[in-house]
C-alpha cells in the first residue's frame, strides 16, 4: 500500500504529527529504530519491580490543546502535581522550599526583600510567558525570496507577534528582551540578593543548556521552561502516572485508533529522493515504503546528515546543518531505592513533602557556573548539579511498595570528552560522583541505592538518537530559535527538498515534551495537500 505521509521516528512529536494526519483522513506510517514508542519520553522497567521514565521526567509543557485533541486522558493519562516545586538542600545546613503557598516566608528567610519582590517577578515573568506560549502552537514567520505574496503573508504573521509584544508594554517589553537575550544569571542578579532563590529559579535556565547561567541567551532557557502548564495551572509542573511512557503510549493508542500504522524496531537508512521531491525511505532491512510527503521527527542533523543524499540538499544548507548546535551537558541515572533519602537539611525518612519535589542540588548560581568551567576543562564538573526526583512518591505503579525509584537529572558534563577518551570508559565514576553528590545531603542516599541506570551523552545518543546526549535535538540559542529553528528560511517545517519536513523538536518551539512540533508540522503537511502542492497517494 503506498502511504500519505511515512513519518521518521516515533518520539512524542512523531505520534502527534501522525494523529493529526490520521484525523484528517491520510493514511500515516510511523517508523522507529527502538521497541518501544516514545523516544526520549518512555518508561522502562530497569530493575525487577523498578519502572521509571528513562530520559525526560517531569511534564508541564505538554500543550494541552493536543491533550484535549488527542484525547488522551481518554487513553490512559492522568497527570499530577508535586506538592512543592522545589526543595533546594543548601551548603550549610540550610534548605530552601519553593512552591505550595510557602515560597515567600522561605525566601524571607535568607532575604525579606527578596520575599517582597517574588511576587512581582512571578507576574512579569508570566506576562512574557504567555507570549511566548501563545506562539507555540504557531508556524512562525518565515523568512522567503522570490514571491512576494508569501513575503505578505509571512509579514502579516509577523505583525501579530509583533502586536502582543507590543501589548505588553514598554515596561515589560524591556523583560521581555532580557529573557531573549541576557544570561540567566544578570536577570535574576538583577532582581534578587540571596544565592538560594537565584539557584532555584536559575537551575531552570542551565537544564539542557552547556553553558554557565551567566552566559548570555541562558535566560531564554529559564523562560522556554515556564510557559507549560498541569491540569490549567500555568507555569507548574507535575508528573504523568506510570511515568513520560504513559504520555506516549496514550498518544500512540491515539494514534492507532485513527488508523497510524506504527512500525517498531524499523531503522530508517535513507530519504529516498527523485527529481526534489522526498518520496519514501528505505529501511536498514532493504524494505523501501514510498509515500507522498516524510515528515522526521528526529534530530534535523541526523536527518539532513545521515539520511539525505548530500546531493540532494543546497551546499549551503548542508554546510549550516553540520554546525547546528547540538549537544547538552546532561547526564541521566534512574536509582532503585529502599528507602527515602534522609536530608541533614531536613531530617526524615518517613514521606515529606520535599520528598515529592524536584530536590535541586546546586545552592547558588557561582555554583553552577564553576559547574560548567569544570565540565569544560575535565569532562565533568567536581561538584555537579543535580535535580533528584522521586516520582513514586506521588505514583505507586512504579516501585515496590515502601520502596522508591529516583531520577537523578545531572548537570553539566561535557558531551565530548576534552582528553578525547569516551564516555565509556567513565561511566561508572561519573554515576559514583553524583550518587556522592546527594549522598553530601542524605547520607543514606548511597547505601539505599539497590539498582541504578546511567545514561552518559553518549548512551542518549546511542539510545535515543540524541546528538552528543543533547536533550533539546539541538540548542535553544537566539541562532537557533523561532524563524531560525531549524533555519532561517526553513522555519515553516518545510526543508529545501519539497515534501519532506522536519516534525521534531530541531523545529519551532524546539524540546520538551510538548507535542507542538508535531502538531504545526501536520497544519503544515495537511496544507501542502490541501494546495496540491503534495499529491495524496493512490
Ligand atoms: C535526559 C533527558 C531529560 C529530559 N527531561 C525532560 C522533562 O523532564 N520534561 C520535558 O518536557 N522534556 C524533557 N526532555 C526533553 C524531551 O524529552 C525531548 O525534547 C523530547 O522528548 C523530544 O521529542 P521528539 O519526539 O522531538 O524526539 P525524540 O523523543 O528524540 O524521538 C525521536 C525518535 O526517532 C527515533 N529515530 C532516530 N533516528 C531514527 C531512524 N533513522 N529511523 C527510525 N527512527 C529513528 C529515535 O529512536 C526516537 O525514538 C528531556 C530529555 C532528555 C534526554
Given at each position: ?8 521516528g516515533?518520539g512524542h512529536n512523531g505520534l502527534v504529527c501522525?494523529?493529526y ?40 509543557l505538554?500543550n494541552?490543546?493536543i ?69 507555540v502552537l504557531?508556524t512562525p ?154 515528515a522526521a521527527g528526529i534530530?534535523p ?171 533539546f535535538h539541538g ?10 529553528r531549524p533555519?532561517?528560511?526553513?522555519a515553516d517545517y ?7 519536513y522536519l516534525c521534531g523538536s530541531g523545529a519551532h518551539p524546539g524540546g520538551g515534551v510538548t507535542g507542538a512540533p508535531g502538531h504545526n508540522a501536520a497544519r503544515e ?14
Amino acid at each position: 500500500m503506498m502511504h500519505d505521509v511515512v513519518i521518521i521516528g516515533g518520539g512524542h512529536n512523531g505520534l502527534v504529527c501522525s494523529a493529526y494526519l490520521a484525523m484528517a483522513g491520510f493514511k500515516v506510517v510511523v517508523l522507529d529504530q527502538r521497541p518501544v514508542v516514545g523516544g526520549a519520553a518512555v518508561t522502562e522497567e530497569f530493575s525487577p519491580g523498578f519502572s521509571n521514565s528513562v530520559a525526560s521526567y517531569a511534564v508541564s509543557l505538554l500543550n494541552p490543546k493536543i491533550i484535549r485533541d488527542l484525547d488522551l486522558a481518554a487513553h490512559g493519562l492522568r497527570i499530577v502535581e508535586r506538592p512543592i516545586s522545589n526543595f533546594l538542600p543548601l551548603d550549610d545546613g540550610g534548605f530552601l522550599k519553593v512552591g505550595g503557598g510557602q515560597t515567600k516566608r522561605e525566601v524571607a528567610k535568607f532575604s525579606v526583600r527578596d520575599a517582597d519582590r517574588l511576587d512581582d517577578y512571578q507576574t512579569r515573568l508570566a506576562a512574557v510567558a504567555d507570549v511566548l506560549r501563545a506562539s507555540v502552537l504557531e508556524t512562525p514567520p518565515n523568512v522567503v525570496e522570490g514571491s512576494p505574496l508569501t513575503a505578505i503573508a509571512e509579514l502579516i504573521k509577523a505583525g501579530r507577534i509583533g502586536n502582543r509584544i507590543r501589548a505588553l508594554g514598554l515596561d515589560l517589553q524591556r523583560d521581555f528582551l532580557d529573557l531573549f537575550a541576557a544570561s540567566g544569571g544578570d536577570f535574576l542578579d538583577g532582581w534578587f540578593e540571596s544565592a538560594p532563590i537565584k539557584a532555584a529559579f536559575g537551575f531552570d535556565c542551565v537544564v539542557g543548556n552547556y553553558a554557565s547561567p551567566y552566559t548570555p541567551g541562558s535566560a531564554y532557557v529559564l523562560l522556554h521552561h515556564c510557559f507549560g502548564e498541569v491540569n490549567g495551572k500555568k507555569g507548574v509542573w507535575g508528573h504523568a502516572i506510570g511515568g513520560m511512557g504513559a504520555i506516549t503510549q496514550a498518544m500512540a493508542k491515539a494514534a492507532v485508533s485513527y488508523g497510524v500504522d506504527i512500525r517498531l524496531s524499523t531503522r530508517v537508512h535513507r530519504v529516498i529522493v527523485e527529481n526534489g521531491h522526498a518520496v519514501g525511505v528505505e529501511t536498514d532491512k532493504g524494505e523501501t515504503i514510498r509515500a507522498a510527503a516524510v515528515a522526521a521527527g528526529i534530530n534535523p542533523k541526523l536527518l539532513y546528515l545521515d539520511l539525505v543524499d548530500a546531493l540532494a540538499l543546497p551546499e549551503g544548507f548542508r554546510r549550516r546543518m553540520e554546525n547546528w548546535r547540538c549537544g547538552s551537558g546532561t547526564f541521566r541515572m534512574n536509582v532503585a531505592l529502599s528507602e527515602l533519602p534522609d536530608f541533614t537539611a531536613l531530617p526524615g525518612r518517613a514521606l515529606a513533602e520535599h520528598h515529592a519535589a524536584g530536590i535541586i542540588i546546586a545552592p547558588s548560581l557561582a555554583y553552577m557556573e564553576q559547574a560548567y568551567f569544570d565540565a569544560r576543562t575535565f569532562g565533568w564538573s567536581r561538584r555537579p548539579i543535580v535535580e533528584l526526583v522521586i516520582p513514586s512518591t506521588l505514583d505507586d505503579t512504579l516501585a515496590p511498595r515502601g520502596q522508591h525509584v529516583a531520577s537523578l537529572f545531572c548537570q553539566h558534563v561535557a558531551p565530548k570528552l576534552p582528553d578525547g577518551s569516551s564516555w565509556d570508559e567513565h561511566r561508572e565514576t561519573v554515576a559514583d560522583l553524583m550518587i556522592e553528590t546527594v549522598n553530601n545531603h542524605a547520607p543514606n542516599f548511597r547505601r539505599s541505592v539497590l539498582a541504578r541506570q546511567i545514561l552518559s551523552p553518549l548512551d542518549l545518543e546511542r539510545t535515543f538518537g540524541l546528538i552528543g546526549g543533547d536533550i533539546f535535538h539541538g540548542s535553544l540559542d537566539l541562532r537557533q530559535m523561532f524563524s531560525a529553528r531549524p533555519m532561517l528560511g526553513h522555519a515553516d517545517y518545510r526543508g529545501p527538498i519539497k515534501g519532506l519536513y522536519l516534525c521534531g523538536s530541531g523545529a519551532h518551539p524546539g524540546g520538551g515534551v510538548t507535542g507542538a512540533p508535531g502538531h504545526n508540522a501536520a497544519r503544515e503537511i495537511l496544507r501542502d495537500f490541501r494546495r496540491k502542492r503534495v499529491a495524496r497517494a493512490r
